[in-house]
C-alpha cells in the first residue's frame, strides 16, 4: 500500500464536509489505495474488496456505489470509462509522484477543479461524473451544470417534500419547531444560501432549535449555533445518477 501525505487542509474542506459520514470515511480508505496520480478501477468488487478488506462482508455494493456517486457530486472524485472499463481519479491529490501510473488519464476536460486539496472547486461551470450501472458495468456520463447563485432566505420558505422525506428517513420530528428556529438565525444572521432545503437539512440535524431529539450527534464544524458549511457545487440540481434511490443526498445502504 502505497505511504500518502494527509493534510491538515482534509479537515476544513468545504468539499469534504458536503459528504456523509460512511462517504467521507469511504474517501479516506479510497486515498490510501489510490496511485500517486489518485486513480483507481472503479470497479465496485475491486474497490469494496480494496477499501474494506476486513469489512467484505458487511459492505455492500451499493454502499460503494451510492460513496462514488456523492464524492464524485462534491468534485472530489472524477469519474470515467476507458475502452469499456470504469476508472476514477481523486482531484488535487497532491502527493509525490513515484511511478507511473497503471491506470489511465481522463479524457481532457472531465477534471472538475486545479485548487489545492481541500479548498472548493472553481465557481465557474464544472464537469459532474455521474454513476450508473454495477461492478464491471459501471460507466459513467457527465453534464455541464452552473452554479446556482447564494441567496437570503426566501420569504415563503418552508418544509419542503425534500425534506419531509428526508426527515422521515433519518427519523427526525418536530420539523415545524426546527423550521422556526431556523427562519429566525437565517434572518438574524443574513445567511446566503444556494439549497436552503440542504442547509435546512443541516440545521435540523445538528440541531439549531436545541430540541435534543437528533436520532445521532454530528460535528458542528462551525461552532456552537454557526451555520453549516456552504455547499460549492451547484447545488440543489436535477443531478440523475442513473442509480435506483441514489439522489444528491447520498442515502446509506
Not at 493534510?7 to 458536503?18: A, V
Not at 468534485?75 to 476507458?82: E, K, P, S
Not at 435546512?200 to 464544524?221: C, Q, Y
Request: hydrophobic fraction near 30%; include cysteine; proline fraction near 5%.
Amino acid at each position: 500500500m502505497p505511504t500518502r501525505m494527509i493534510r491538515d487542509g482534509i479537515l476544513t474542506s468545504e468539499r469534504i464536509n458536503m459528504l456523509t459520514e460512511r462517504a467521507e470515511l469511504f474517501y479516506r480508505r479510497l486515498m490510501s489505495v489510490a496511485d500517486d496520480y489518485g486513480r483507481f478501477s472503479a470497479n465496485l468488487t475491486l474497490l469494496r474488496s480494496s477499501c474494506y478488506p476486513l469489512k467484505i462482508d458487511s459492505v455492500k455494493e451499493d454502499s460503494i456505489k451510492k460513496h462514488l456517486a456523492e464524492a464524485a457530486d462534491a468534485g472530489l472524485i472524477v469519474l470515467f470509462t476507458v475502452d469499456g472499463k470504469a476508472y476514477l481519479e481523486i482531484q488535487d491529490f497532491g502527493q509525490r509522484v513515484q511511478s507511473k501510473s497503471k491506470y489511465p488519464e481522463p479524457p481532457e476536460g472531465s477534471r472538475v477543479s486545479t485548487v489545492e486539496h481541500g479548498g472548493p472547486p472553481n465557481k465557474t461551470d464544472v464537469v459532474g461524473g455521474v454513476v450508473e450501472g454495477e461492478g464491471e458495468g459501471v460507466t459513467t456520463t457527465r453534464q455541464r451544470r452552473t452554479r446556482k447563485p447564494e441567496t437570503s432566505i426566501p420569504e415563503d420558505f418552508g418544509i419542503s417534500d425534500r425534506v419531509k422525506a428526508w426527515a422521515e428517513e433519518k427519523g427526525h420530528g418536530r420539523l415545524e419547531a426546527h423550521l422556526e428556529a431556523f427562519k429566525l438565525k437565517a434572518v438574524a444572521k443574513d445567511y446566503r444560501y444556494a439549497d436552503w432545503d440542504s442547509a435546512f437539512m443541516t440545521a435540523i440535524r445538528e440541531d439549531w432549535a436545541k430540541l435534543g431529539n437528533s436520532p445521532k450527534t454530528t460535528v458542528n464544524h462551525g461552532g456552537n449555533g454557526d451555520p453549516p458549511k456552504r455547499k460549492r457545487l451547484g447545488e440543489g440540481s436535477s443531478t440523475d445518477y442513473g442509480v435506483p434511490g441514489i439522489g444528491r443526498q447520498g442515502g446509506e445502504a
